[in-house]
């Protein structure tokens, strides 16, 4: 199998997919899914959910071998933290 290839540099990716996230898929997988990943393919918009990045990038990839994961942690800013500081969004 050949090693997937990433298009786009950090910054775009991260860009791409917030606004994705932002403009619609967030409405869609907000309620009762607080704290799962989303993993989002930035160029076609599709998206799957899961309580961890691995298995939910790995559906991504079964449908789209091309895509262009970015993930995110449903009602947090990021998926990961280090320290004491919360990364939960102030809604």
Avoid at 8 to 34: C, D, H, M, P
Avoid at 49 to 78: C, H, K, M, S
């Amino acid at each position: 199998m050949a090693a997937r290839q990433r298009r786009y540099s950090k910054e775009e990716l991260a860009r791409r997919g917030l606004e994705l996230y932002e403009s619609s898929i967030r409405q869609q997988v907000e309620a009762g899914n607080e704290g799962k990943i989303v993993a989002i393919d930035i160029e076609t918009g599709e998206f799957e959910v899961d309580e961890n990045v691995i298995p939910a990038t790995n559906r991504l990839f079964e449908q789209y071998p091309n895509a262009q994961p970015w993930v995110i942690r449903i009602g947090y800013r990021a998926v990961d933290h280090f320290g004491a500081r919360s990364l939960k969004h102030n809604l």
